[in-house]
C-alpha cells in the first residue's frame, strides 16, 4: 500500500513547530560529543546547534542557541551537572534535558528527575537508544532506558517503603528517641518511673522490629531522622 504523506509531514516536530528536532549537547569529553554529533546527524531531522564540555558556558550556549532538546552530561564539575540542570529548568522550564551518566544508579536517576530532567540514559547506551530518548523528549514524554528502568524501580520501592520507626507503638518510640540521644537504659527508666527491665524490653522490641542490633545504630538513626513523626498508637 503506497503512503503518500511527505518525509517532512512524517518527521517529529521541534518545538519551534518546524520539522527538525535541534539538540544541544553538554558534556565534558571532547570525543564523546563528537560521538553524539554523529549519531543525531546520521538522521535527517536532527541536528546538533551547539555544544560544550563546562557548565560555565551552558547559560549562553542555551539563550543563544535554538535548541529543542539538550542532552546534559550528569558528571559535570564546577558547577556539578545536577547544578546545571536545575539552572536550564530555572530559567527554561519548557525545555526537555535529557541526562546522561557513567551509572545506571536508581537513587542518581530520582535526583536527577526531581531536578527537573525529562529522560536519563546511561554513556552505554546504543546508538538507536539516544535517537530514541530524543524522540519521545520532544513530543513531551519521559524517557528512561531499559537498564535504568528496573534501577529507578527499586530506588523509588526503597524510598517508598514505611521508615523503620513507624513500627514501633508510642512507648517504643519515645524509648527510641531517648536511646537515641545518648540516655543510658538506667537513666531512661528513671525518667519514666518504669523498671530497668521494662526499658531492656522495650529496648529488645525496637532493635528486632527495625532490623537493628545496637545502641550505636539507633543513635544513627536518630541523628538521620531528627524529626521523623512517631505512630499515634
Known amino acids: ?13 521541534g518545538l519551534d513547530g518546524g520539522s ?3 539538540v544541544l549537547v553538554i558534556d565534558e569529553y571532547p570525543i564523546v560529543r563528537a560521538g553524539l554529533r554523529k549519531i543525531f546527524e546520521r538522521e535527517r531531522d536532527i541536528v546538533v546547534t551547539g ?5 560555565a558556558e551552558v547559560r549562553g550556549l542555551v539563550a543563544q542557541k535554538s535548541s529543542d532538546v539538550v542532552v546534559l552530561d550528569l558528571n559535570l564539575h564546577n558547577p556539578s551537572g545536577l547544578e546545571v540542570l536545575k539552572e536550564i529548568k530555572r530559567e527554561h522550564p519548557g525545555l526537555p534535558v535529557l541526562v546522561v551518566s557513567e551509572h545506571r544508579e536508581g537513587q542518581l536517576a530520582v535526583h536527577a528527575f526531581r531536578a527537573g530532567a525529562a529522560g536519563y540514559i546511561t554513556r552505554k547506551a546504543p546508538p538507536e ?3 530514541e530518548a530524543v524522540r519521545q523528549l520532544i513530543q513531551g514524554r519521559r524517557y528512561v532506558s531499559p ?3 528496573e534501577e ?3 530506588a523509588l520501592g526503597d524510598e517508598l517503603a514505611p521508615a523503620p520507626h513507624l513500627r514501633l507503638s508510642k512507648r517504643e518510640y519515645q524509648v527510641l528517641r531517648l536511646i537515641g540521644g545518648g540516655t543510658s537504659v538506667s537513666q ?3 525518667d519514666m518511673r518504669l523498671s530497668v527491665k521494662t526499658i531492656s524490653t522495650y529496648r529488645a522490641r525496637i532493635l528486632e522490629k527495625m ?4 545502641n550505636a545504630e539507633l543513635v544513627r538513626y536518630v541523628l538521620r531522622h531528627p524529626a521523623a513523626p512517631a505512630r499515634h498508637s
Open 51 to 55: 555544544e560544550t564540555g563546562t557548565g
Open 129 to 131: 537508544e539516544w535517537v
Open 1 to 13: 500500500m503506497r503512503n503518500d504523506e511527505s518525509e517532512s509531514t512524517r518527521r517529529p516536530p
Open 211 to 214: 532490623g537493628m542490633r545496637s
Open 152 to 154: 529507578l524501580i527499586g
Open 147 to 149: 537498564a535504568v528502568a
Open 20 to 22: 527538525t528536532i535541534r
Open 188 to 190: 531512661i527508666a528513671k
